[in-house]
């Protein structure tokens, strides 16, 4: 008799971002995960009580390889890697980041990345003097430019204006005019 093959929960997530990653999240049912790893449904069960418990799971590995490609941009500026990291995540994993944007409605976890981003800012002592609820236009404009460009790089007519060095530069420079812009208001 052969060996049975004992699948671990992180087969298991990592067969369903597989799946996510290429066919989105839609696609991330049990049977077709089963499937996927060549098994029956019931390792998934064992592990993951139902779908949806899987999901969040494939959600906090995709968080969780964004917070490092956070880590691994190379800016100076410690907002702009957010959003370098961000674009990054969607020329990479292009589906997972369609749901991060349009279908993912999880305000603890939007809360938290949130909460990362002030705190860089607010700790750089060259933009502690913003207050939050300007910090927080900060973000919400600077998410904003970089969500539009990353979906504007996916566009054929765009995508040969919109190098990683061209979208970069955008950002920095509508950031600097932004913070800028934030800076002079706490000096009057």
């Not at 995540?89 to 938290?112: G, M, R, V």
């Not at 932004?178 to 000096?187: E, G, N, R």
Request: charged residues 30%.
């Amino acid at each position: 008799m052969p060996a049975q093959t004992v699948f671990t929960k992180e087969m298991i997530i990592d067969a369903a971002f597989k799946i996510a990653c290429e066919e989105g999240f839609e696609h991330m049912t049990i049977r077709h995960i089963a499937k996927r790893m060549g098994s029956s449904i019931a390792p998934i069960y064992v592990n993951f009580k139902h779908v949806e418990e899987l999901k969040h799971a494939v959600m906090e590995k995709a968080q969780r390889i964004y917070h490092e490609m956070i880590l691994d941009a190379k800016h100076e500026d410690p907002f702009l890697r957010y959003a370098i990291a961000s674009m990054a995540f969607n020329k990479k994993y292009p589906k997972i980041y369609q749901t991060f944007l349009l279908d993912e409605d999880d305000p603890i976890s939007s809360e938290k990345n949130v909460k990362k981003m002030m705190d860089t800012i607010l700790n750089n002592e060259q933009y502690n003097t913003i207050d939050k609820d300007s910090v927080m236009k900060f973000i919400i404009s600077m998410q904003a430019l970089q969500v539009g460009l990353s979906i504007m790089s996916k566009k054929s007519y765009y995508a040969s204006f919109l190098s990683d060095e061209e979208m970069i530069q955008i950002l920095d420079d509508h950031g600097e005019a932004i913070i800028k812009s934030l800076l002079d208001k706490t000096d009057n």
